[in-house]
Nanobody, 120 residues
């Protein structure tokens, strides 16, 4: 069974940095598109960033220039480096990936989320 587990969240002051990780485990053949989303209290889940199989990336305007999405295919792990954090970045951050398990078709998977809190 494929699982995504995020880590690296926490409390940080404005202007600080965090590096979120998302580790995929299970019988994985391939990982394709990977994305990060976030959901602030009382708000809908919103898109943050994507990295596709060839390494191309895309970012939401709200984090562009402050965040970097990356992947380590050998470790089945994905990252979101966030710098110059603002209070409005406070949210639960989720990773999402298109994964082909061994012997199965491609499915879309979500992690359980990791809390990021930015406050003075």
């Amino acid at each position: 069974q494929v699982q995504l587990v995020e880590s690296g969240g926490g409390f940080v002051r404005p202007g600080g940095s965090l590096r979120l990780s998302c580790a995929a485990s299970g019988s994985i053949l391939s990982i394709y598109n990977i994305a990060w989303y976030r959901q602030a209290p009382g708000k809908q889940r919103e898109y943050v960033a994507t990295i596709v199989s060839d390494g191309n990336t895309n970012y939401a305007d709200s984090v562009k220039g402050r965040s970097t999405i990356s992947r380590d295919n050998a470790k089945n792990t994905m990252y979101l480096q966030m710098n110059s954090l603002k209070p409005e970045d406070t949210a639960v951050y989720y990773c999402n990936a298109d994964i082909r398990p061994i012997g199965k078709g491609i499915g879309n998977y979500w992690g359980q989320g990791t809390q990021v809190t930015v406050s003075p």
